[in-house]
């Protein structure tokens, strides 16, 4: 397995997204080309793909980094691994890929969130170092 950066959208990616994303949110379509090169050329954004050694993507997460008044924000949104290779550790993988990154663009913190639902996911993120924060989470609906 290894785990690369996105830096073109294909038909590949475009046909790996739309395996994924239903795993992940059944109420979210998933990317169209267009939306993917959005995501790829967003200066902010880091499409991570996990790879099989056949090449087959195997999961993927974004990876958010942008500047603020404090510093360096860096977020994990949308990780999702494909059903029949959980358990493998691409989530694990993803994710450490994911700070590697953060720390060289100069974030001190990576922040995510996952619903308690997630319970296999919760683990991999405490077994990783990440702490739960005592805090509220809000969301307005457009």
Known sequence: MRIETCTTVDDDLVAGMARLIPQLSSSSPPPNEAA????????ACHLL???GDDGAILGSMTLVV??????IRAWIEDVVVDADARGRGVGDALN?????IARDLGAKTVDLTSRPSREA??????RIGFEPRETNVYRYSL
């Open 121 to 126: 996911a919760n683990r991999l993120y405490q």
């Open 49 to 51: 793909l996990a790879r």
């Open 36 to 43: 993917l090169g959005a995501i790829v050329d967003s200066d």
């Open 66 to 71: 942008f500047p603020i008044p404090t510093g």
């Open 96 to 100: 450490r890929a994911a700070i590697d």
